[in-house]
């Protein structure tokens, strides 16, 4: 979600897909691990380079994990703070 007047960015990403360092889902899969690999390492380095990019462009940037959507209270504070960051009171 992009909030341009504000400059704030919330992405979501998939725990497997996106490889959550410490979460459960983020296994890696026992077959075919020649091609999981590395087309899971490219989703890390590319997310981390577009990351990058954008904070460097002045853009703050929320990543929310699909584990996160477990606890909505949790996430609504997270969402909320960030929302909230910056702003003059």
Same mark, same amino acid.
């Given at each position: 979600? +992009? ?57 703050? +940037? ?28």
């Amino acid at each position: 979600m +992009v909030l341009s007047r504000l400059k704030k960015i919330v992405e979501v990403r998939g725990c497997f897909w996106h490889q959550h360092k410490g979460c459960i889902d983020s296994h890696m899969p026992k077959s075919r691990r020649d091609y999981w690999i590395p087309k899971l390492a490219r989703n890390v380095r590319r997310d981390k380079t577009n990351e990058q990019k954008l904070r460097k462009n002045g853009w703050d +940037v929320l990543t929310i994990w699909e584990c996160e959507l477990r606890d909505m209270d949790r996430l609504r504070a997270r969402i909320i703070a960030f929302l909230n960051a910056g702003r003059a009171s």
